[in-house]
């Protein structure tokens, strides 16, 4: 039932199997979707195609059917579902989706129920947080959204000082930068804006201090959040929760339901919790 797709999405491309912005890709054209078809989903490898194999694995899929392709170099998986080659995508948080959305005329991508968090982390090969010294420099990441929360990180940790709160219902993140938002900054701490799949290899760069890196890519790299991280997130109203994203059109179709339901089930929370012994999180 659960069919692991790793030919990258360029190959897929090349071979003509994505149908972009034809009527017979499921979500691209102007009928309805066909519910007997697997439901088609680009995710990145770790934790979400192991959270949507594990599902199948369980059952919980019933008797939906399911194609994974696992997220491979320089794609944007968002434009894929947009254009309707694809019909889901299992990668990104809220404030990353709603960014994209805005910055893509037509966009009408809607995320469902939060799944789990892949909390941030701050990591060092170099120091601890009582050993930060003057004129650090911080490998942050390079998107905004993520760049707004890697900064509220560093000021749980104590290191910087911000005039905004991360709670604040009206906050946009992607507006969140050091140049204007940091009020104290004792260590004369400076950036470096890296693309998030990179941050994991600056621990190495001997001109970078500390880096925040993404759960899945700390997960990736082989370190354990849980237990490296000298500050991590808590999953307590998060905002950062991973998501099932969908075309707005497909968010009712019966596949995405079940697959959504699968994901924020008792059974699969319980496996989260089991198996990444807190370097993933079931949302709260």
Same mark, same amino acid.
């Given at each position: 039932m659960f069919r692991r797709v790793t030919t990258t999405v360029a190959t !897929?491309? #090349?071979?003509? !199997? !994505?149908?972009?912005?034809?009527? #017979?890709?499921q979500g691209g054209g102007p009928g309805? @979707? &066909?519910?007997t078809q697997p439901l088609r989903i680009i995710a &990145?490898? %770790? @934790?979400?195609?192991?959270?949507?194999?594990? #599902?199948?694995?369980?059952?919980?899929l019933g008797d939906v059917k399911i194609d994974v392709t696992e997220i491979s170099g320089d794609i944007d998986p968002n434009q894929l579902v947009n254009a309707g080659d694809l019909d889901a995508n299992f990668f990104q948080h809220v404030p990353y989706l709603n960014d994209w959305n805005a910055k893509h005329e037509g966009a009408d991508l809607?995320? !469902?129920a939060p799944v789990h968090v892949e909390p941030l982390g701050l990591y060092s090969e170099k120091v601890t947080l009582d050993t930060v010294p003057d004129g650090a420099v911080i490998a942050i990441p390079a998107d905004a959204t993520n760049q707004a929360r890697a900064l509220f990180l560093i000021a749980d940790a104590g290191l910087i000082t911000l005039d905004v709160k991360a709670d604040d219902p009206g906050l946009d993140y992607s507006q969140i930068t050091p140049e204007t938002n940091v009020t104290s900054n004792p260590k004369n701490i400076s950036w470096l804006k890296i693309d998030r799949p990179q941050l994991a290899a600056t621990l190495k760069d @001997?001109?970078? %201090?500390?880096?925040?890196?993404n759960g899945n890519y700390a997960l990736e790299a082989g370190l354990t959040p849980a237990t490296d991280a000298l500050k991590l997130e808590s999953a307590e109203n998060n905002p950062y929760a991973n998501v099932l994203v969908v075309k707005e059109a497909l968010k009712d179709d019966p596949?995405?339901?079940k697959v959504n339901e699968a994901l924020t089930s008792p059974e699969l929370q319980k496996f989260i919790e089991d198996s990444f012994k807190g370097s993933v999180l079931p949302a709260k």
């Amino acid at each position: 039932m659960f069919r692991r797709v790793t030919t990258t999405v360029a190959t !897929l491309v #090349a071979a003509g !199997l !994505l149908l972009t912005g034809c009527g #017979a890709a499921q979500g691209g054209g102007p009928g309805a @979707p &066909d519910a007997t078809q697997p439901l088609r989903i680009i995710a &990145d490898v %770790t @934790p979400h195609a192991v959270l949507l194999e594990e #599902a199948e694995r369980q059952g919980l899929l019933g008797d939906v059917k399911i194609d994974v392709t696992e997220i491979s170099g320089d794609i944007d998986p968002n434009q894929l579902v947009n254009a309707g080659d694809l019909d889901a995508n299992f990668f990104q948080h809220v404030p990353y989706l709603n960014d994209w959305n805005a910055k893509h005329e037509g966009a009408d991508l809607v995320a !469902l129920a939060p799944v789990h968090v892949e909390p941030l982390g701050l990591y060092s090969e170099k120091v601890t947080l009582d050993t930060v010294p003057d004129g650090a420099v911080i490998a942050i990441p390079a998107d905004a959204t993520n760049q707004a929360r890697a900064l509220f990180l560093i000021a749980d940790a104590g290191l910087i000082t911000l005039d905004v709160k991360a709670d604040d219902p009206g906050l946009d993140y992607s507006q969140i930068t050091p140049e204007t938002n940091v009020t104290s900054n004792p260590k004369n701490i400076s950036w470096l804006k890296i693309d998030r799949p990179q941050l994991a290899a600056t621990l190495k760069d @001997p001109k970078v %201090t500390l880096s925040i890196i993404n759960g899945n890519y700390a997960l990736e790299a082989g370190l354990t959040p849980a237990t490296d991280a000298l500050k991590l997130e808590s999953a307590e109203n998060n905002p950062y929760a991973n998501v099932l994203v969908v075309k707005e059109a497909l968010k009712d179709d019966p596949r995405v339901v079940k697959v959504n339901e699968a994901l924020t089930s008792p059974e699969l929370q319980k496996f989260i919790e089991d198996s990444f012994k807190g370097s993933v999180l079931p949302a709260k």
